[in-house]
């Protein structure tokens, strides 16, 4: 499997952005996909999610500002990112857990992936 990740770039303060995630290869369902982001020297954090059956959640700093939204089913997601500030500029990627078959499924074996970064940079 691997995803996608696209749409990152230099965006001034108060600025948007949307990324865009896409999903490919042995996929037979996708349980959720999300965003998570990593400042240099730390973890990478989660900052949102979006499950099968259209749940999200998302770090408390974004909310009201980002809003991840997509096509689970077709292992697509977006961030549409809002009000951006200095403090968002990170390396964010894409992360989906999936069942790659109906056996897997029926195990109960999920896999996650990772997509390649796309970095973000708040800037005047």
């Known amino acids: 499997v691997q995803l996608q990740a696209s749409g990152g770039g230099l965006v001034q303060p108060g600025g948007s952005l949307r990324l865009s995630c896409i999903a490919s290869?042995?996929?037979?369902?996708?349980?959720?996909m999300s965003w998570y982001r990593q400042f240099p020297g730390n973890e990478r954090e989660l900052v949102a999610r979006?499950?099968?059956?259209?749940?999200?959640d998302s770090l408390d700093s974004v909310k009201g500002r980002f809003t991840i939204s997509g096509d689970i089913s077709n292992s697509v997601v977006y961030l549409q990112m809002n009000a951006l500030e200095p403090e968002d500029t990170a390396v964010y990627y894409c992360?989906?857990?999936?069942?790659?078959?109906?056996?897997?499924?029926?195990?109960?074996?999920?896999?996650?992936?990772w997509g390649q970064g796309t970095e973000l940079t708040v800037s005047s």
């Open positions: 290869g042995s996929i037979y369902r996708t349980v959720s």
């Open positions: 979006i499950t099968s059956d259209g749940n999200t």
């Open positions: 992360h989906s857990q999936n069942y790659a078959s109906l056996y897997d499924y029926r195990k109960r074996r999920r896999k996650q992936y």
